[in-house]
């Protein structure tokens, strides 16, 4: 009986490792990971676990109903069709193919081996998807032919003692890409690969068949990580199968993308490495997962940035604290379109940047020769900046912002805050004022009666010029202490109204006033806001909206040992200016964030994003087209191998 229950284990064992070796019909893989076949060196991932399931849980959100409207059907296929003529389709795949495809899990990553040229490849699980998955090669061959935009070839593919067949499409060189290029693609009625690499192709298929006892999965960094956000899902009532996953390598990916750069274009010195001598290669790892229509949200994600030592050189200028809870201040109003607060520790980050100052200018001792001029020039404003000024500071920092829905393309009115420790007030506002005041790049102006200074090199000069002359022969030029609000030059409120003859209005705004050191880029703004810190002016904290979600974010953080950083986004105002931006074709002209943050993306050292590609014309106007978003918050939270942050949105409608 022991012999034959033996007997049995041992073809039951044959049966196992025969359905799971290379290219096996077992039914196991309709439930493959492609995290265990990715190699150790991909620098970034991106998975979904099941695309149908995804697009199931996309359906259900109301961006999705507001697309799915009648009114925007000449949108929706203007936005397909423009979609697929820019696709850079480096693989071929294109929008229709990812979705018609996979039948399980889709996996895509940027892989950099050492010496080797970095690559992209993508595998996703096609099993019971045979047909499509041949009609697509051969669609792809025939378009590829015809159009006389490459060659396709057939290549055999040496993987250990086997040889497997792979399609190959070479293209000749283009705009985009200067140098011919190839992309390989190995079908098998259970997978998909597609990589643009030869040498990927074939480490790949190693993976597949059986060498995955290193993998991207079994990397510490990236097993942290997914623990850690699909222990908070599990814990919060979510699925353990996240929608999404995703990692990365931060300087490890930016230099791989580095080195894809023509050397014309790229700077000698790698930023990466500069960071990495500096201690941020203590970061070994940021990813997270992210679902939709999950746990009564629209939309949740969890971000892990993991540091499983202690934080050394210029990336303790990150160490941040816990505390029990963090409030907006007072001056953040019920309308406040979204705003960020944050505990850190500005003295402990000043003391931590002079280092990374140094290691970018290859000039050791750099930083100190800038603080000691500062301190020391007679002509200068004779300030230690470590103790007259960031040793005053306490540890809140937060910014909010505005936008008006009439004039989205006057762009965002901002204002950061970091508050000072009680008594220290008046030494802070000296201490700018020995700054400012030395400087003719700054104009003096005064806001409910206290000082504050507004950086206009142009009007500054003209303004410190015609001071100058009113002043007694005696006076200094450059004030080696504080002038009074009353001595200064001021700018008037016409003065700071935009028009075609200045535009001091768009320079940022400094001074101290409530126990904050303020900045803002907007000078009416910003008295607004001081004038929100008056007793009994509403806050927000009175917007039900805002103690509708911040309920919600509190039963999150309960689950923390405290929090360092907090936000709240109203999102409609928001959404509405860069809507009717898109739907004027003026994104690259905005001055909404979105916009500044797209031009940057977008932008190349050769090319400015200078015009939108994308037509948003068959847009309806927003207040016609039923738009409906929700709020959203997030929070952050130090743990003791890295950062851990959350965020989530809610339905418009949502009680």
């Known amino acids: 009986m022991r012999k034959r ?4 284990f041992f073809y039951f064992f044959l049966l196992f490792f025969a359905g799971t070796t290379f290219f096996a019909a077992s039914p196991l893989f309709a439930q493959i990971k492609t995290d265990r076949f990715f190699p150790e060196t991909t620098q970034i991932y991106v998975a979904v676990s099941d695309v149908a399931k995804l697009r199931e849980h996309w359906s259900q959100t109301q961006f999705n109903e507001t697309l799915s409207d009648p009114g925007f059907q000449a949108f929706r296929e203007s936005l397909r069709a423009q979609i697929e003529d820019a696709w850079p389709n480096r693989l071929g795949l294109t929008l229709d193919d990812l979705a018609a495809l996979p039948t399980g899990e889709i996996g895509v990553g940027l892989i950099a081996l050492p010496g080797k040229k970095p690559g992209v490849a993508a595998m996703m699980n096609v099993a019971g998807n045979s047909e499509r ?7 792809l061959i025939r378009e590829t032919t015809a159009a006389k935009l490459g060659e396709a070839s057939k290549e055999r593919l040496a993987v250990g003692t086997k040889s ?24 098998h009625p259970q997978l998909l690969l597609a990589t643009d690499q030869k040498y990927l192709a074939e480490l790949l298929l190693r993976k597949l068949a059986g060498d995955t006892k290193v993998s991207l999965a079994t990397q510490p960094e990236y097993q942290a990580i997914m623990r850690r956000c699909i222990q908070d899902a599990t814990t919060a009532g979510g699925s353990a199968t996240p929608q999404v996953r995703f990692f990365g390598r931060p300087l490890e990916a930016g230099e791989a993308i580095r080195s894809l750069t023509p050397a014309s274009e790229l700077n000698a010195r790698s930023p990466f490495v500069v960071l990495a001598k500096q201690g941020f290669d203590g970061v070994k790892g940021v990813g997270g997962v992210l679902d939709f229509t999950t746990e009564n949200f629209e939309a949740v994600y969890r971000v892990k940035v993991y540091i499983p030592e202690a934080p050394t050189l210029a990336l303790k200028m990150l160490a941040f604290n816990n505390v029990e809870s963090l409030s907006p201040p007072s001056w953040v109003g019920p309308n406040a379109n979204r705003y960020t607060t944050l505990n850190v520790n500005a003295l402990t980050a000043f003391n931590n940047f002079g280092p990374l100052f140094d290691e970018f200018l290859e000039t050791e001792g750099a930083w100190n020769d800038v603080l000691a001029s500062l301190e020391q020039d007679r002509n200068g404003p004779q300030v230690n900046l470590g103790s007259d000024l960031f040793a005053n500071f306490g540890r809140q920092f937060t910014s909010t912002n505005a936008i008006d829905p009439k004039s989205a393309e006057d762009g965002e009115k901002y204002v950061v805050s970091l508050n000072i420790l009680e008594g220290k007030e008046e030494t802070a506002r000296e201490t700018l004022g020995r700054m400012f005041d030395s400087d003719p790049d700054f104009v003096a102006l005064e806001l409910d009666g206290q000082a504050f200074w507004q950086y206009s090199p142009n009007r500054g000069a003209a303004e410190s010029s015609a001071a100058s002359t009113r002043r007694a022969p005696t006076r200094p030029t450059r004030p080696t202490r504080p002038t009074q609000p009353s001595e200064r030059p001021r700018v008037s409120s016409a003065a700071s109204t935009p028009g075609p003859e200045t535009e001091i209005i768009e320079g940022a705004v400094f001074g101290v006033a409530n126990g904050c050191l303020f900045v803002s880029n907007d000078v009416q703004y910003l008295r607004a806001k001081l004038k929100e810190t008056e007793a009994g002016a509403a806050t927000i ?27 709240y986004a109203r999102n409609v105002d928001g959404l509405r200016a860069n809507y009717e931006l898109f739907r004027q074709g003026k994104t690259p002209e905005g001055k909404t ?19 939108q590609k994308i037509d948003g014309s068959a847009l309806p106007p927003f207040d016609e087209a ?10 952050g939270a130090v743990e003791s191998d890295g950062y851990f942050f959350k965020g989530f949105s809610v339905r418009s409608d949502s009680k």
Do not use: C, W
């Open 164 to 187: 497997i067949e792979a399609t190959v499409l070479t293209f000749p060189p283009d705009e985009t890409h200067p140098t011919a290029r190839k992309a390989y693609y190995i079908a």
């Open 626 to 635: 039923n738009v409906k978003v929700g709020a959203s918050a997030f929070f």
């Open 133 to 139: 998955v041949n009609e697509f090669l051969s669609r």
């Open 541 to 567: 904290m009175d917007s039900p909206e805002h103690k509708r979600v911040l309920a919600l974010l509190a039963s999150e953080t309960r689950k923390t040992n405290g929090l360092f950083l907090q936000g």
């Open 593 to 611: 964030i979105t916009s500044k943050l797209l031009k940057a993306i977008l932008s190349s050292p050769d090319q400015r994003y200078d015009s």
């Open 5 to 8: 229950k033996m007997r049995k």
